[in-house]
């Protein structure tokens, strides 16, 4: 089963907003100027270990302008670039409920006041909501396409007490729950290839968002960026990194454990290339998507293949 009107063997996020809009959409990164509880000392001041100073942001123009600012320029290089027509405004750095409800509001109504803004995604940690931010957000998901993104990275404690993440899976459970009560699109964010895990930890990962419900899903290989605590695991040897054959290997099986109407947002994240020191062999994104296409039509395989709804609820 291929995918809307593509060659594609999984469900792209990029295609269905084509799908749901007519025309291409495209998500416009920003900066709202927020930080993080595991960054301000509040859980802790290292961080997740693999987080740069950017809390994991990826745009290429400066972010020391205003949302609106940050909006017209992105859209303007997104139109010239990509051809977009319509746009997410998709708050990325650092966790973006993390402020007081009012000046939630505040930002938010900056980026949606955009004529070609047609909702937004919204990045954040599952300990950064609470309900008086998640009935905000519902109130604009009546009139938006609107987002949640929660940094998960991976179901197992192990792995989260190793990358710091100050957070458990019963947390990111309880807050997706409460997410989904109010009908908010809800993408997990996580992370192949983290010491310690094997393959079948990580597909683990990926039946438990297929149990959930998740609307959809990120993909990240574990990287290492500059001036990050993994910098220094990794130059001490410590941190074994996958090989892209095999990363391409598990990300077909995962994503044949995936039910099909789960949109996936990405498959292979990397850091602006600059600050990445390894793997090499993940500067070449596109090469990676392209072994993916060619060993899901090799195995003739789909999204959502080995899909099985066995225990909805039960992680909850
Ligand atoms: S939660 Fe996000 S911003 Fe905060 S330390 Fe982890 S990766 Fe960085």
């Not at 909702?119 to 954040?124: A, C, D, E, N, Y």
């Not at 908010?184 to 597909?203: K, Y």
Request: glycine fraction near 6%.
């Amino acid at each position: 089963m291929f995918f809307y009107d593509t060659n594609k063997r999984y469900n792209r996020f990029s295609d269905h907003l084509r799908n749901l809009y007519g025309v291409k959409v495209y998500k416009v990164t920003l900066d709202a100027g927020f930080t993080c509880p595991n960054r301000d000392g509040t859980i802790s001041y290292e961080g997740c270990i693999f987080c740069d100073n950017g809390g994991s942001f990826s745009q290429l123009y400066p972010n020391n302008i205003s949302v609106k600012e940050q909006l017209d320029l992105g859209i303007s290089l997104c139109i010239d670039k990509y051809k977009a027509k319509k746009f997410l405004a998709y708050f990325q750095a650092y966790s973006n409920t993390y402020k007081p409800v009012e000046e939630l509001k505040r930002i938010y109504d900056q980026a949606l006041s955009h004529d070609d803004v047609i909702g937004m995604s919204i990045g954040t940690r599952p300990d950064c909501v609470d309900s008086e931010k998640l009935d905000l957000i519902q109130n604009y998901a009546e009139n938006y396409y609107v987002w949640l993104e929660y940094g998960l990275q991976s179901i197992h404690e192990k792995s989260l007490k190793f990358i710091n993440r100050g957070h458990s899976f019963e947390t990111f459970c309880h807050a997706l729950k409460e997410t989904q009560k109010r009908n908010i699109n809800v993408c997990a964010h996580v992370i192949l290839g983290l010491p310690n895990e094997t393959r079948e930890d990580m597909l683990e990962t990926a039946r438990a968002l297929g149990d959930l419900g998740v609307n959809g899903v990120k993909i990240h290989l574990l990287c290492v960026l500059n001036n990050t605590r993994l910098t220094k695991l990794y130059f001490q040897g410590k941190i074994p990194m996958m090989e892209e054959d095999e990363y391409v290997e598990t990300v077909c099986d995962f994503l044949e454990l995936l039910p099909p109407e789960m949109t996936i947002h990405r498959l292979a994240g990397n850091g602006l290339k600059p600050n990445m020191l390894a793997p090499a062999w993940l500067s070449k994104k596109f090469v990676v998507l392209n072994k993916i296409d060619k060993l899901l039509e090799e195995r003739n395989s789909f999204q959502g293949v080995k899909f099985q709804k066995v225990t909805k609820g039960n992680h909850l």
